[in-house]
T-cell receptor
Framework: EAGVAQSPRYKIIEKRQSVAFWCNPISGHATLYWYQQILGQGPKLLIQFQNNGVVDDSQLPKDRFSAERLKGVDSTLKIQPAKLEDSAVYLC???????????????FGPGTRLTVL | RKEVEQDPGPFNVPEGATVAFNCTYSNSASQSFFWYRQDCRKEPKLLMSVYSSGNEDGRFTAQLNRASQYISLLIRDSKLSDSATYLCVVNRGGGSYIPTFGRGTSLIVHP
């Protein structure tokens, strides 16, 4: 079974530029998550989708970050304009999303390592 | 108080040792709990879910204490390959199961 795919794997940009990340979840997974992981910290949830609806985006800096999941499958996360503090690994994860008890396993992609200069 | 708190370590132990990590959470309505493992520069992977009655998987034992709002992970007979960061994950309740990760606890197992 194919895992979660993400691209690009690495990106270097200058501050104030824009950048976009792409995620393709495991086939059939209804829930998709975007996380930001800064070095030495745990992943921080930015946005969670259930199919193509947003479950939670309370920690998404909406003045510069946006995300969409068209047709409930692939998703893109965009940063515009980027700041130095956005340097991090951006992880996408997916889960089956059908557990009544919230016990679904999250499967992570390899992440995109973003450096903002 | 942070939603999910972990001692970052590092825990530096010899092979064969037993080591335990705790993770505290602040939301008493939290419904589901997990331990994920993250190797250096890799993505997190599920190690085990944590059930109310406690559960064991080989050398790993997870416990949940709802009254004191913490979960624990015990690793027996540590191997060099257990060296990694162990992330505690707590899902907020209320039907939406929104996950919160702790900052992780670093384990280094040495010969």
């Amino acid at each position: 079974e194919a895992g979660v795919a993400q691209s690009p794997r690495y990106k270097i940009i200058e501050k104030r530029q824009s950048v976009a990340f792409w995620c393709n979840p495991i086939s059939g997974h209804a829930t998709l998550y975007w996380y930001q992981q800064i070095l030495g910290q745990g992943p921080k949830l930015l946005i969670q989708f259930q199919n193509n609806g947003v479950v939670d985006d309370s920690q998404l800096p909406k003045d510069r970050f946006s995300a969409e999941r068209l047709k409930g499958v692939d998703s893109t996360l965009k940063i515009q304009p980027a700041k130095l503090e956005d340097s991090a690994v951006y992880l996408c994860a997916s889960s089956f999303g059908q557990s009544a008890l919230g016990t679904d396993t999250q499967y992570f992609g390899p992440g995109t390592r973003l450096t903002v200069l | 108080r942070k939603e999910v708190e972990q001692d970052p370590g590092p825990f530096n132990v010899p092979e064969g040792a037993t080591v335990a990590f705790n993770c505290t959470y602040s939301n008493s309505a939290s419904q589901s709990f997990f331990w994920y493992r993250q190797d250096c520069r890799k993505e997190p992977k599920l190690l085990m879910s944590v059930y109310s009655s406690g559960n064991e998987d080989g050398r790993f034992t997870a416990q949940l204490n709802r009254a004191s709002q913490y979960i624990s992970l015990l690793i027996r007979d540590s191997k060099l390959s257990d060296s990694a960061t162990y992330l505690c994950v707590v899902n907020r309740g209320g039907g939406s199961y929104i996950p919160t990760f702790g900052r992780g606890t670093s384990l280094i197992v040495h010969p």
